[in-house]
């Protein structure tokens, strides 16, 4: 069809004017002299040739046009790896791609023009056809869907489509679905074979889900020898962070599958794993689940909701498949890698190795040694000083749980102590350390010195932390306001009953600091009308902030912040004299590190080693708040 411009339209108007013109001059019809006659003629038939030119242009050009555009179609659905069907309004099918031969086995051209709905199961066409007939405003809901398709050999395949949208593009006014046969390899013995497929398919994300992968990876194994095969999977997170209604998450999990499934390759398969990880088995060495593993990690990222928009992110791990390795140990060494991906940050994809399985075996012998540490008397604190750099002195100490390992020596709390959070152990630990604490503080001649013990959210949030404490001083009859109770920021964001018992410790005369403050939700909204006397900066600011301006920035915010709800602010991992000396400019006043002293065993606190050496006084001690942390 050629475009209805204004100057298309005089063209037109234009022909018969000169044809009838030319006609009357030959035909004798106008009386006009004969020179003037011949003139006449020649003038409209140039007319005539000229637009007839002009219209042979356009047309050339116009159908130039189109076989680009036709020939940018044809290589745009060779270069897609999967077959491509295009289907009109009535879900009648307007073009298939030649892969749709190998896929089902049909003729392209003769499946022109026939319902989509004919060659879908009919357990399956309610759901199909009401998917791709919903409401166009939220196309993620058509991300992908699953269905049994017929073969031209009468079986049933279960096929996969990823459906993009596009009836309200002028240019194309379809819906384009990319398909891929996800049918198990092998047979299952003693099921019906239509039911068994449907029955191997995720309802949310129409992926393959969990038994599919197993069968799967089972078939996989038996041609492990033949062709090098890994597997990727994938950790998304950033979901448990909002409160999302039931359609809104499904709505979020299809456009995950669709962006997942856009990246994949041809060969990859994709599917539904354990705790709603996603698996991917990629055909190919350790390095090519890797590159895919990234990509993966790479298309997740903020996706729309009702209201704004759902920050997420992924790590993945991969692991090559062989003859030697059962489908189980597979898994089990692709969660290990996926968790060291994890541990290492967002966006990261690791790889396993066998450094990896020691470190696993380390940790389910001390996650069993844990629960005797306690009753064999392995587990001890440490003191580390709190030093007032205005008035020399150390003011408090924060008590800190070591645990000293038969086999592996002294363990770090940094690996310990999240294996006892991951049990009701860590109630009963925390229990001991409140009591244990007070009592060595309490013990100490000749001092008002404070004591800060770190009690964990399970502790908080199992109700027991009042009674916990009160028996604490009680036991040890160490006075209320010398104790301060260390929370993290999470905290305070958790049922009412947790404000409701801080503001009873409160109370008593105890005080509350909020740890590791800067690094979760710190806000000014929050921390107003809190139980909170104390913030304790976390040691995550101070790294290089000897010469990062945007640190030391953040350094004195926090401190202003504090200042301005009359709390008093401690730094901790205050390590060299530089950094001392900076924070001091700024007018810290209440700091805490190995520039002072290391932890103190308690027979090193009982003999007056907290007393720490003099510092150097700041000019201005004057203008200071004489406030006692």
Request: glycine share 8%.
């Amino acid at each position: 069809m050629l475009p209805a411009s204004p100057s298309g339209r005089t063209g037109l108007v234009a022909v018969p004017a000169a044809v009838v013109a030319v006609s009357l001059v030959v035909g004798g019809l106008v009386a006009v002299p004969t020179g003037l006659g011949a003139v006449l003629a020649a003038a409209g038939l140039a007319v005539l040739v000229g637009f007839q030119a002009t219209l042979w242009t356009r047309q050339r050009r116009l159908t130039g046009a189109l076989q680009r555009s036709q020939s940018s179609f044809r290589t745009l659905v060779k270069s897609s790896v999967d077959p491509v069907v295009i289907l009109d309004d009535r879900l009648r099918i307007t073009f298939a791609s030649q892969g749709i031969a190998d896929l089902l086995g049909f003729d392209p051209a003769a499946v022109h023009g026939r319902p989509v709905a004919s060659v879908v199961h009919p357990d399956d066409r309610a759901a199909l056809v009401g998917a791709l007939n919903a409401d166009r405003s939220r196309p993620e809901e058509l991300a992908v869907r699953t269905a049994r398709v017929r073969h031209a050999d009468g079986r049933w395949r279960l096929i996969q489509a990823t459906v993009r949208d596009l009836r309200d593009d002028p240019d194309v006014g379809a819906l384009v679905l990319y398909c891929r046969d996800i049918s198990p390899r092998g047979p299952v013995t003693g099921l019906d074979a239509d039911l068994s497929e449907f029955s191997l398919t995720d309802p949310v994300t129409g992926l393959p889900n969990r038994a599919a992968l197993v069968r799967r990876l089972g078939a996989v194994h038996r041609d492990a020898q033949s062709r090098p095969t890994s597997l990727a999977l994938v950790r998304i997170s950033g979901l448990a962070t909002e409160v999302l209604a039931p359609d809104t998450e499904t709505a979020v999990l299809r456009a995950l599958t669709a962006r997942l499934t856009r990246a994949l390759r041809g060969e990859d398969w994709l599917a539904r794993g354990k705790d709603g990880d996603f698996v991917v088995l990629v055909e190919g060495t350790i390095a090519d689940a890797e590159t895919v593993g990234a990509r993966l990690v790479d298309a997740v990222g903020p996706v729309p909701v009702p209201g704004g928009s759902l920050r997420l992110s992924a790590v993945a791990g991969v692991t090559t498949l062989s003859a030697g390795i059962d489908t189980g140990e597979a898994l089990r060494r692709g969660e290990l890698a996926l968790r060291s991906a994890a541990t290492a940050g967002p966006g990261c994809v690791h790889r396993y190795d066998d450094a990896l399985r020691v470190e696993e075996d380390r940790r389910a012998v001390l996650r069993a040694d844990l629960e005797h540490a306690l009753g064999r008397g392995e587990l001890r604190l440490v003191f580390q000083p709190v030093v007032d750099v205005v008035l020399h002195r150390t003011v408090s100490v924060e008590a800190l749980l070591r645990w000293r390992h038969p086999l592996y020596g002294d363990v770090s709390p940094t690996e310990f102590v999240p294996l006892a959070e991951e049990s009701p152990l860590i109630t009963e630990v925390g229990r001991w350390v409140l009591r244990e604490a007070c009592s060595t503080v309490a013990a100490l001649d000749g001092t008002d010195l404070g004591v800060a013990v770190n009690v964990s959210a399970h502790q908080v949030r199992s109700g027991e932390l009042v009674p916990d404490v009160l028996a604490a001083l009680e036991v040890s009859a160490l006075p209320a306001s010398r104790l301060i109770v260390e929370i993290t920021e999470s905290v305070l964001l958790d049922d009412s009953h947790v404000i409701e018992d801080l503001t009873a410790l409160r109370r008593l005369g105890v005080r509350v600091a909020v740890d590791d403050f800067g690094t979760g939700w710190s806000s000014l909204a929050y921390l107003v009308g809190m139980p909170i006397d104390v913030l304790k900066m976390d040691q995550y600011f101070l790294s290089n902030v000897e010469h990062d301006p945007a640190r030391r920035a953040m350094c004195r915010a926090v401190l202003q912040l504090g200042s301005s709800l009359d709390l008093p602010v401690i730094v901790e991992g205050v390590t060299n004299a530089a950094v001392l000396t900076l924070l001091r400019d700024m007018g810290h006043r209440y700091l805490q590190g190995y520039v002072f002293a290391r932890p103190l065993e308690a027979a090193q606190l009982a003999a007056g080693a907290w007393d720490v050496p003099d510092v150097p006084a700041l000019p201005d001690v004057a203008a200071l708040p004489a406030v006692t942390p």
